[in-house]
């Protein structure tokens, strides 16, 4: 598990709606990225401004073949194979 605090509102609000989605959210942080699942948002009134600590389960790395798979191609019909 991984554990971030942030006093940006707008942040805290983005990983609330992630968690209440269930959708990944990703951290970037000291030039470390981070993606995965919110598990937990916590107020800390520990300061004199608003921090939220928020804990995520990263999601496992895409293997190199998954990752390496192409999207499939559109293929329209021209006028002389319809």
Do not use: C, H
């Amino acid at each position: 598990m991984f554990t971030y605090e942030t006093t940006d509102r707008k942040e805290a609000r983005r990983f609330r709606m992630a968690q209440f989605n269930g959708r990944p959210a990703t951290i970037r942080s000291a030039g470390a990225t981070v993606t995965g699942r919110v598990r937990a948002i916590v107020e800390s009134n520990a300061g004199a401004t608003a921090a939220w600590v928020v804990t995520i389960v990263p999601d496992e790395p895409k293997t190199a073949a998954r990752a390496a798979r192409r999207a499939p191609r559109l293929r329209f019909a021209t006028e002389d194979e319809v």
